[in-house]
């Protein structure tokens, strides 16, 4: 009978090359980070704020977004509803981006019905257009609704609507932005864009603003406590 022997060792490159396969193949499967560690997260939110879009590109990407949603509904009004609920949570996200982006003494939340409104008709608008909206009324019939007026809106500037299809207002999308921040602010109301063409501004659209109930109520009891 032959005597057995103890197999020698494996080299010490064997051993290291042993080691990290188990590690490279775990790393394949999970989050992949760049050279020096770093995500999108960690970018500070101020380094982008005077950054501008090219129109081109979101001429290209509200377009596809229109088509979209035209495919997948069966009316004029059918279409606004959803161009309104794709812009809505982009209102709840601008809302957080914009307060954080206000210097301290001014980054709270507005609790009253103008401040909420100059917010939206400056900030809000300057941010997404890089100007303030043209007007801001408050209706003389009820006192629930508000009226925020922009003689150009950017986002009919690039759609092509036909003649059967004449009332659409693409401007919706805008409508469901701010009714997003009014709801974010604790102001639930209903947004709605409406095309009052004239002879200067063809395309002038006025967002009608109708706050619910509960909102005036609070409106009349902080009155009464200043």
Request: aromatic share 8%.
């Given at each position: 009978?032959?005597?057995?022997?103890?197999?020698?060792?494996?080299?010490?490159?064997?051993?290291?090359?042993?080691?990290?396969?188990?590690?490279?193949?775990?790393?394949?499967?999970?989050?992949?980070?760049?050279?020096?560690?770093?995500?999108?997260?960690?970018?500070?939110l101020n380094r982008s704020r005077t950054a501008e879009l090219s129109r081109a590109s979101f001429a290209y990407?509200?377009?596809?977004?229109?088509?979209?949603?035209?495919?997948?509904?069966?009316?004029?009004?059918?279409?606004?509803?959803?161009?309104?609920?794709?812009?809505?949570?982009?209102?709840?996200?601008?809302?957080?981006?914009?307060?954080?982006?206000?210097?301290?003494?001014?980054?709270?939340?507005?609790?009253?019905?103008?401040p909420l409104l100059q917010f939206i008709t400056t900030i809000l608008w300057k941010h997404l257009f890089s100007?303030?909206?043209?007007?801001?009324?408050?209706?003389?019939?009820?006192?629930?609704?508000?009226?925020?007026?922009?003689?150009?809106?950017?986002?009919?500037?690039?759609?092509?609507?036909?003649?059967?299809?004449?009332?659409?207002?693409?401007?919706?999308?805008?409508?469901?932005?701010?009714?997003?921040?009014?709801?974010?602010?604790?102001?639930?109301?209903?947004?709605?864009?409406?095309?009052?063409?004239?002879?200067?501004?063809?395309?002038?659209?006025?967002?009608?603003?109708?706050?619910?109930?509960?909102?005036?109520?609070?409106?009349?009891?902080?009155?009464?406590?200043?």
């Amino acid at each position: 009978m032959s005597s057995s022997q103890p197999s020698e060792p494996p080299p010490s490159n064997a051993l290291q090359q042993q080691q990290q396969l188990p590690q490279q193949r775990g790393s394949t499967g999970g989050l992949r980070y760049p050279s020096n560690r770093k995500t999108i997260y960690d970018r500070n939110l101020n380094r982008s704020r005077t950054a501008e879009l090219s129109r081109a590109s979101f001429a290209y990407l509200f377009g596809e977004m229109v088509s979209y949603a035209q495919k997948r509904v069966t009316g004029i009004q059918d279409l606004e509803k959803r161009l309104n609920s794709q812009g809505y949570p982009l209102g709840l996200r601008l809302l957080d981006l914009l307060l954080y982006r206000e210097p301290p003494r001014t980054a709270t939340r507005p609790i009253r019905i103008l401040p909420l409104l100059q917010f939206i008709t400056t900030i809000l608008w300057k941010h997404l257009f890089s100007r303030p909206a043209d007007a801001l009324e408050r209706s003389k019939d009820n006192e629930d609704e508000y009226m925020i007026s922009d003689n150009d809106p950017l986002v009919n500037q690039y759609i092509s609507i036909p003649k059967e299809m004449s009332q659409l207002n693409c401007a919706a999308f805008v409508a469901g932005i701010v009714e997003g921040v009014c709801d974010g602010t604790g102001f639930p109301a209903r947004v709605t864009a409406h095309g009052v063409p004239s002879e200067l501004w063809p395309g002038k659209t006025v967002f009608l603003i109708k706050f619910e109930p509960e909102v005036l109520e609070r409106e009349a009891f902080l009155e009464k406590g200043r």
